[in-house]
């Protein structure tokens, strides 16, 4: 008889389990060999999605008509469950395009850094939300999400930082998968950019780049303390000079082999035994 199972998604707080978050995932789903990441092409703004053994997380969502859906169909389908949203800091580019995903899917868990907002569009997502009962997490360094040998750790930003900047309060996840360790970055400036590399040994395999390429990020320092093998930057038609020549330059002095959602379109990269397959879908 067919029937469902359960996966376990383990959001740890500091060294004190908080929350075990129940994720449902269909028999029928077929099987998840290896773990992927897409990013996905959705404009000018942020969206990934992270595929681990069925577990479905997505990062961010872009703006408000950016396709947002559009890019999840051609990956999942008709499934219309999400396990985990992460959400990098309440931006437009970053979370618009989430109203219509959580009117329309299921979502098991929102997590946030503490950065909040006045906007608008902001507003009606919390309060979509708090209508569908679904759970929203505030997240700070140190924390962590696991899920059989897999582990996002939370780098950025600490527990009640007094950052203003609110693209400095974008939630920083590490994520270490088969042997492969990916950063996602938000839109981090070269401040946290230094903090990082002061706390952390990174020499990362793969590196959303943070803001779009923007002239406030991706500082040379930064780029060669992290080395990313694979180098990621979600772009779309812009006018504000994004990626920039010297984020451009910076990352192809390292060797770093650069992909953009505005030339690549859709990217998806399969992470197997140590390996990065990547594949591009104009």
């Keep these: 008889m067919e029937q469902d199972r359960f996966k376990f998604l383990r959001i740890s707080l500091g060294v004190v389990i908080l929350l075990d978050i129940i994720v449902w995932v269909s028999i029928l789903l077929p099987p998840q060999l290896n773990n992927e990441i897409y990013f996905l ?20 969502g872009g703006p408000m008509g950016g396709g947002l859906q559009d890019n999840l169909d051609r990956v999942l389908g008709d499934d219309r469950y999400i396990d985990l949203i992460a959400i990098s800091h309440p931006q437009l580019d970053h979370f618009g395009g989430l ?135 979600e772009v779309g038609k812009n006018s504000y000079g994004h990626p920039t020549n010297r984020v451009l330059n910076g990352l192809a002095n390292i060797g770093s082999k650069i992909y953009r959602t505005d030339k690549d379109g859709l990217i998806k990269l399969i992470i197997d035994d140590s390996k990065i397959r990547v594949y591009i879908q104009k």
């Design 99 to 233: 109203i219509g995903v959580v009117k329309n899917y299921k979502v098991g868990a929102v997590i946030t850094s503490d950065a909040d907002s006045n906007n608008s569009a902001w507003q009606e997502f919390k309060y979509i939300l708090k209508e569908k009962e679904i759970p929203k997490i505030i997240l700070s360094q140190g924390d962590t999400i696991s899920y059989l040998e897999n582990k996002f750790i939370i780098l950025s930003p600490e527990k009640g930082s007094w950052v203003k900047d609110i693209n400095d309060k974008s939630l920083v996840m590490l994520l270490e998968s088969e042997g492969i360790k990916s950063l996602f970055t938000g839109d981090i400036a070269r401040e946290t950019e230094k903090r990082l590399i002061s706390l952390y040994d990174l020499n990362i395999d793969i590196l959303k780049v943070a803001h779009h390429g923007s002239k406030y990020s991706s500082d040379n320092l930064f780029i060669n303390e992290a080395t990313p093998a694979i180098s990621i930057i």
């Design 41 to 60: 092409d959705i404009g000018q703004g942020d969206s990934s999605l992270v595929l681990i053994d069925g577990v479905k997380i997505l990062i961010d």
